[in-house]
């Protein structure tokens, strides 16, 4: 089992940046690709981003692209999601997930990231 743990939410204000931090443990080799969701009361979980484990060309929603950029340190199993340019709608919390063999998706309890106009 892979546990993942996020990080780097937070207050900021329209056009502002933050960085989204993804941390894992546990068996991290098992894992072939992570992404990013996100949440807003009363809604659907949305995807944001992913990326798979061996470098192919990341995707995104289409609300994020050109202003969030999801990458990966591998040596230290970590997951990133830089975004800049950020706006009121993009207020959300925030939840990092890892996939590993047999369909089995590992979810960490998210991040609030709140964007004021």
């Known amino acids: 089992q892979v546990q993942v743990v996020e990080s780097g939410g937070g207050l900021v204000q329209a056009g502002d940046s933050l960085r989204l931090s993804c941390a894992a443990s546990?068996?991290?080799?098992?894992?072939?690709?992570m992404g990013w969701f996100r949440q807003t009361p009363g809604k659907s979980r949305d995807f944001v981003a992913r990326?798979?484990?061996?470098?192919?060309?990341?995707t995104y929603a289409d609300s994020v692209k050109g202003r969030f950029t999801i990458s990966r340190d591998s040596a230290k199993k970590t997951l990133y999601l830089q975004m800049n340019n950020l706006k009121p709608e993009d207020t959300a919390i925030y939840y990092c997930v890892a996939y590993t063999g047999g369909g089995v998706e590992n979810w960490g309890q998210g991040t609030q990231v709140t964007v004021s106009s």
């Open positions: 546990g068996r991290t080799f098992t894992m072939f690709s």
């Open positions: 990326i798979y484990w061996s470098g192919s060309t990341p």
